[in-house]
């Protein structure tokens, strides 16, 4: 609802901005939302904020790595094989439908200098690296149902032959 940083919010709060924002979007048209993203990528390891993310949304895009791996079983020491939200012991996973992870271009912003083109091809070296596990997740802070390719990288994707699955169909 007000793009604030969820971390230190109440329950009744995170209901307010979580579950506000989808009936908001809904009563403007908007509808089939099941991604939530969270402010600042940063709330995968907050049990309260995973928890009402859960009640209305069945992914959360939250937290940031190269790629986001099928199973959720990619991950250095991380030892899941699946994406559930909890492990047996009712623990925070690492990896989660409610941590679906991307790059940043913020910090590639930052690592190069803003510079369009070095990003531009550290984009197509990170798609085109074979991974077989792993899908790139493209994330816009525009809703635009139109399929129009209107960033380079999507249009990148959609000239060689990659295939653009809404989060809404990947399950």
Not at 32 to 57: C, E, Q, R
């Amino acid at each position: 609802m007000t793009q604030v940083d969820l971390n230190n919010l109440s329950p009744k709060a995170l209901d307010f901005e979580i579950g506000g924002s989808k009936q908001c979007l809904e009563n403007h048209g908007v509808n089939s939302l099941d991604i939530f993203a969270v402010v600042h990528g940063d709330a995968w390891n907050i049990p309260v904020v995973i928890d009402a993310i859960s009640k209305y949304y069945g992914f959360a895009n939250n937290g940031f790595a190269n790629s986001m791996f099928l199973h959720c079983d990619g991950y250095g020491s991380s030892k899941q094989t699946d994406c559930r939200p909890h492990d047996d012991n009712g623990i925070l996973t690492y990896s989660k439908v409610y941590s679906v992870r991307a790059e940043s271009h913020n910090s590639w912003d930052q690592s190069y200098l803003h510079d369009d083109q070095i990003i531009f091809q550290k984009f197509v070296d990170e798609v085109n690296s074979g991974m077989v596990d792993a899908i790139p997740i493209l994330a816009y802070h525009i809703i635009d149902n139109s399929k129009d390719p209107s960033s380079t990288e999507r249009k990148y994707l959609q000239d060689n032959g990659f295939r653009e699955i809404p989060m809404s169909d990947l399950g």
